[in-house]
Every structure is written in C-alpha cells, then in structure tokens.
C-alpha cells in the first residue's frame, strides 16, 4: 500500500459484499443487498479498472451506459448522447498508447505514474454502506501484512480512497461510533485481481470501418478523375472540412501556397487509435475487455491492442506489412510491425517488473484477409471494365475459385504455425484463445441474401453490387469459409490438430444469426433521416451535373456534414457510401500500379471508397460481437456474469477531503493521487 486519500461517498449499485462475501475469490459476484435490512457493511471497487484510459472520467462514461443489458444496449446509450457523433473521439487522445501502436513501459493515470503491462498496486474505493446512523464517525484501518496498519477517522459517510500492493491481500477494517456512543465494526479483504488480456487479428479484430474521430465533411464538392473509353470524365464528392488547396480537378486552379499537396490533406485525415492498422476503440475487442471492467467491480484489465487491417497470419501476423494510413501528425514509417512480434516485446516488458506475468487471454479474429476476401467484394462491386482492368493489374480482384484454393490449401498450415505461436504464451492452453467468428455481411435475413444493386455503392460512379456474385459469395462465406474457420479454431476432423485437448480454441460464433438480419442492405424506417432522403437506391444519390455539384455535390435537400456516422441503423455493415463519409480514407500502402499522382486521381477515387472499412462491422456490429464473446471470456477467466440490473451513474465525486494521507507515496507520484 503506497497510499491513501481521502474521497466522497458515492455509492456504486449492485457491488456490495457482506464481511463474509469480501473473503470469495475476486471472482465471485458481488452480493447486493438493500441497505435497510443489513447493519454497516465495506464495499470497495477499483477506480478506472480498464487502464488503457488515463482518465477516470472516460471509463465512467461507460459505467453510466452500462445498465446489465449488454454492450450493444450501451453502445446505443453512448451514441444518443453523441448525437451520432461518435464517444470515442474525446477520449482519443488519453490513452496508454502512442500513435504507432507502442505501450508505454509508464503511463500517467489519474495523476498517477504506474507501470502499464505489470502494475504494482491499484486504486480502490472503500465506503461503509448499509445501515449507518447519519453522525456516525468511522475510524478506518488498512493492513497488507507489510509494515504497520495504516489508519485514518472520518465521518462514515465520506469514503476513502486509496492505493492496494497487487498481489497481497489488504485487510480493511471500520470502527465505527453511532451518535449514542456504542461502537460497530465490519471487515473486508481487498485483493485486487488483473487480468492481461492481447486482441489479436485483421481488420474485424482491429475495429476498421470506425475512425475513433471521423472525418469531418465539407458541404461543398471535390474534384475527382474517372477513366472513361477515350480518357478521363469528373465528377464530385464531398470534400475534407478546412482544406484550402484546390477542389478541382485541373491543377491550374490550384491557389498557390494554399496547402495543395497530400500532407496538407492528410493533417484532415480521421484520426484513429492506430492510424497505420486502423485500430479503433470500437472494436469488438476492445469493447469486450472494457465490457469485462465495467462488470467486474473488483478487477482491473491491463488490454494490449494489437489487430491490424489487412493482416493474414503470415503478412501482419508473423511479418510486418503495409501501413493502411499515416497519422495526421508525425512520422510515418509506412509499415505496421508483426503482432507477435509487439505481443513478445510487450511481454518482456512487463516480466521486468513483475516475472510472473503472463497473458490471461488472447481475443482472435484472422483469416478473411488469408482468402482476400475484401479482393472477392472487389470482384462484386467494381462493375466499369475499365476500373476492373486497373483492380485486377493491382492484383487486387479475385473469384471464389482463387479464394476457396487459399482455404483449402494455403489457411490450414498457416493457422497451425499460429497455434505454435500461440500456444507456450497462454501456458500451454488454447482455450485462453478466444476465436470470434466472422458474422456474414450480405444477409438481407436469414438465408436471404443482399439483392445488389447500386444502394450504399454509388458513391463511386463504377461501383454496383452485382447481385449473381454477392450470392456466389454469400454461398462461399457461409458454406466454406465460416465452417473452415470453426474446424480449424476448435481441432475439429481428424488431423487437424496434433493435440486437441490443449490446441482446441474458445470458440464464438453466437453473433452470426443476429448479422442474418442486419447486413449491408438492412432498412429500416428507423434508420437516420440523411440515410433514407440521400442514399439512393436507384444510385442517384449525388448530382451529376458538375457545375451544381461542385458547391453541392448531395442531391437531396441536406449538406454532406449532416451524415452521422455512428447513428443507429438498421445495417450493421459499412457500405462503400458509409465508407467514404465516416473515414474517407486515401491508403497508403497500395501496390505500384494503383498509387495516385494527385488527390484527385482516378485510382485514389475508387480507392478512397472502400479502404475506410466498406463491408465491414458498424459499432453497433462490434458491440453485438463484443456481447456474444463475453460469456466466453467470464468462463476463461473465471468471472461469473454480473446480475441484470439497472446502474444508475454515479454521481459527481465533490473534492477530495483536506488532511494528512495515512501513507506518504513516493516523491514522484503527484499529491492529488496521494
């Protein structure tokens, strides 16, 4: 114990726990009791238990959404009150991460230096609750068997707040005075369990398709180039807000000096948690781990973001690949560096200040990329010979023919040499492998698929979904790829693996009947005003004219910048439309053929409309993949499911109470965390 402070007392729901209740494992359920049957009682909780948030304020944002009805109820709190929005972009920029990816060895949480990957203690609450007269003066003992009990008095109603050595139990005792002079007294354990748990992955795993921060739009048209028989036609789209170089297409427009170039243009770039894997806070994940802390009341989650877009088992995996995009600010070094290989690095890290830790669980989603399944929705929507040519010179068209070949021959040894990888730092387990399975993107319902057509796609003039190869794909994804995926993840069939009892992963897949229903065609009369007047599904969703789309480029009645990103929908898919106006994203790591020569390409056009996350999850789709993998993760990790109750948020802290703390931190650790 380093040290304690004095705090308010704000009663969490739901997190009580009788004397004899504070003795369970750490992962027990809290008892919850009504306070006017029971006599004084501790409760404690940790403070800011997912500690990839340096802010106490951000995880109660989502301890106050949580209402035990699961992440996607959440998400759905979160985001009315974001007004579609987005929750996620406040909080990007006080994480326990840098740009490129990299955890810090230390990081500053709630004015605290601590070690990131290893803690060494963590913050907790402790308040009496139950049955205290108002008056009543608590004198409060803490002893972790290192030293003298430190001991502090305050009136019962008020809390204490302080610093618990991980890995020993702190035995917190209250003696309290009633207001006739008689004393009681109530005694909790407080151990503090941490789990370290890895997301690892493509571009599902790492939340693509949900810039943390999405681009802001420009009501007015930019110019891009489209190749046409005989040469090039124009044609506009919106625009990044704020940017001053030229919105046409003819370069002798440009102003001079007025931030022209493609740096200019990236400084407006959607901002993400990872710029080069277009890792995202949305991710199912992420939402699964921060889900884990927000239930779990006496745990915290050390969470280690690694998933990556577009990364296979060998290139993203094992090897580094390309970069997707390059941050805003900064360097860019252009390549995203393998996950095992930041996974080891991690680990070495933390066994510095603690030897003994180890990964409580891996969350694991690869092997679309593996069939180039993004090349295959290429394939269904790139209708203009012309622009096919140009994706199929890139290498980046392909049928299900070449697809199935990969899955047959190609995923099965691949996905061995990750079970190798994998399996001596989860102990020897793979059950500590959580595997989610994909959810099928162009299900209209059940066995129904996404009819095609130009609705969501027509945000590039030689795009439509070409309804005989969706359902060729539809058949592929559900027929071959999702049950390869679950033979290879759960050692099914013979030879498969070399030991199944410790090779066979936790496997998920509970969220897919839920996608049936909401794929990238669902409609609903719910869904966003913009989406249902200026989504056209007969592809008329811009105006042709150039000279009225160049100020205007929408053609129904509202500007671009009236889109919201993250408003509930009936699609639980990004279409291309969805793409460009959450993300907008000009990729980086394109092969020769397809690098642009200026903003307003033709190649950077077409490019620009899908590699923000076209056919893949919304949040709403990442919280109900998040809500079927977290009964797999409590039964991992031991953790029971928390009853299903409505929390209330709590209510704001009032300042920290003056006086003495009863145990002097280190000079390094600022007094407000005292």
């Known amino acids: 114990m380093r040290g304690i402070a004095l705090g308010a007392c704000a009663l969490f729901l739901a997190i009580s726990g009788l004397d004899t209740a504070a003795a369970q494992p750490a992962s027990a359920p809290p008892l919850a009791l009504p306070s006017s049957t029971v006599g004084p009682r501790i409760e404690w909780e940790v403070k800011n238990r997912f500690r990839l948030f340096k802010n106490e304020a951000d995880f109660q944002r989502h301890v106050a959404a949580s209402h035990g009805d699961g992440v996607l109820a959440a998400e759905g709190r979160l985001e009315r009150g974001s007004e579609g929005r987005g929750w996620a972009q406040d909080m990007l920029d006080n994480l326990c991460v840098d740009q490129t990816g ?33 008056g009543s003066a608590c004198v409060w003992q803490f002893d972790d068997s290192d030293g003298a009990p430190q001991a502090t008095a305050v009136p019962c109603q008020e809390g204490v707040r302080l610093r618990v050595r991980y890995g020993r139990t702190t035995v917190a005792t209250a003696t309290i005075t009633l207001p ?35 681009v802001a739009l420009d009501d007015g048209g930019f110019c891009f180039r489209r190749f046409i028989l005989g040469g090039l036609s124009e044609y506009f789209r919106p625009g990044r807000t704020g940017f001053r170089g030229s919105r046409a297409c003819d370069p002798a427009l440009a102003t001079p000096g007025g931030g022209n170039t493609a740096a200019d243009w990236a400084k407006l770039n959607a901002r993400w948690l990872n710029a080069a894997c277009h ?17 779990n009341p006496k745990i915290a989650v050390t969470y280690l973001p690694l998933g990556c877009t577009g990364a ?26 393998a996950q095992m290989d930041r996974l080891k690095e991690a680990l070495a890290l933390a066994r510095r200040h603690r030897a003994d830790r180890a990964l409580d669980l891996v969350l694991l989603t690869i092997g679309a990329n593996d069939v180039s399944f993004s090349w295959l929705v290429a394939d269904v929507i790139v209708e203009s010979a012309l622009e096919r040519t140009l ?103 013979t030879g498969t693996c070399r030991d199944p009892a410790t090779e066979r992963m936790t496997f998920v897949d509970s969220h897919q009947a839920a996608f049936a229903s909401h794929g990238f ?33 929408m053609a129904c009645q509202f500007g671009a910048s009236a889109f919201r990103p ?17 993300a907008m994203t000009f990729p980086e790591g394109l092969p020769a ?62 300042p920290q109470l003056g006086g003495q703390s009863i145990a002097q931190p280190p000079s390094s650790t600022p007094p407000e965390a005292r």
């Open 312 to 337: 296979t088992i060998d290139v993203g995996f094992f090897n580094s690949q390309r970069a997707r995009e390059c941050p805003p600010t900064g360097s860019c070094a252009g390549t995203a560096p």
């Open 521 to 553: 065609c669902a409609q609903a009369e719910g869904d966003p005003e913009f989406d249902r007047a200026c989504f056209s599904a007969e592809g008329n969703s811009f105006q042709s004219d150039p000279a009225g789309a160049a100020n205007d480029p």
């Open 391 to 493: 994706f199929e010179q890139g290498g980046m068209i392909i049928g299900v023919p070449e697809a199935q070949k990969a899955l047959d021959k190609d995923v099965p040894p691949d996905f061995a040499k990750l079970r190798a990888a994998l399996k001596p730092l989860v102990g020897g387990n793979l059950a500590k492998v959580v595997f989610v399975n994909y959810g099928n993107p162009i299900l209209a319902a059940p066995g129904k698929v996404c009819p095609g057509g130009r609705l969501g796609f027509d945000v590039h003039p030689a795009f439509n979904a070409d309804p005989v190869r969706l359902r060729k794909i539809a058949d592929f994804v559900s027929q071959k790829f999702l049950p390869k995926m679950k033979t290879l993840a759960r050692c099914d069939g």
């Open 593 to 654: 053929v397809m690098r642009p020569s200026d903003l307003h390409d033709a190649t950077w056009a077409a490019a620009s409309a899908v590699y923000g996350g076209a056919i893949h999850p919304t949040a709403e789709g990442h919280a109900a993949m998040a809500d079927a993998a977290l009964p797999a993760v409590r039964d991992v990790l031991g953790l029971r499911a928390p009853p299903q109750i409505r929390a209330e948020p709590l209510a704001p802290l009032l």
């Open 566 to 582: 993250y408003a509930s929908r009936a699609r639980w898919i990004r279409t291309a439309n969805d793409s460009y106006f959450t």
């Open 180 to 214: 006739n002079g008689t004393t009681q007294s109530s005694t909790a354990n407080i151990q503090v369990q941490d789990f370290l748990i890895a997301g690892m992955g493509d571009s599902i795993a790492a939340g693509e398709g949900n810039p943390d921060r999405p």
């Open 279 to 295: 890792r995202s806070l949305y991710g199912y994940q992420m939402r699964t781990a921060l889900a884990l802390a927000v239930e």
């Open 102 to 134: 990299r955890i810090p060895e230390f990081c500053q949480r709630d004015g605290a230096r601590e070690v990131y990957l290893a803690p060494e203690d963590h913050r907790v609450q402790v308040t009496l609750a139950g049955d205290v007269p108002p």
